[in-house]
């Protein structure tokens, strides 16, 4: 993936709905249902920021199994840590993400497409 631009960046992080998902999703997996309950935004309007997010690779997807036997998608926060420091007549500014996990029901789901 082609690392984002800082403008893309803080365009993203202006966005309170943005960052209250990044925040949210940083301290457990949520689908965009649990996300749209906890922002109060509607769940179309969740998916277009986390396509947003997911285009630069600051939040993940993972699935999740439901007690119904089925399984949903959720989303984690990705985002680290980001900095802008103005040093020395510079700007200079950094991105930290988490690296991808995988959670036991991705692992099951790529063993399960091996059979």
């Known amino acids: 993936m082609a690392d984002v631009d800082l403008a893309t960046v803080v365009a993203l992080l202006d966005d309170e709905h943005t960052r209250s998902i990044l925040v949210a ?3 457990r997996p949520l689908s965009a249902t649990e996300l749209s309950e906890h922002c109060g935004l509607s769940t179309s309007s969740i998916y277009r920021r986390l396509d947003r997010l997911s ?3 600051l ?3 993972r699935t999740r199994p439901r007690s119904d036997g089925h399984h949903e998608t959720v989303y984690v926060s990705r985002l680290h840590r ?3 420091t103005v040093t020395d007549g510079e700007l200079r500014w950094d991105l ?3 690296s991808e996990s995988d959670d036991v029901a ?3 789901t790529r063993l ?4």
Do not use: H, I, M
């Open 106 to 108: 991705d692992q099951l």
């Open 25 to 27: 999703t940083s301290d």
């Open 112 to 115: 399960w497409g091996k059979f």
């Open 59 to 61: 939040v993940g997807e």
């Open 82 to 84: 980001f900095e802008v």
């Open 96 to 98: 930290d993400r988490e």
């Open 55 to 57: 285009e630069v690779d």
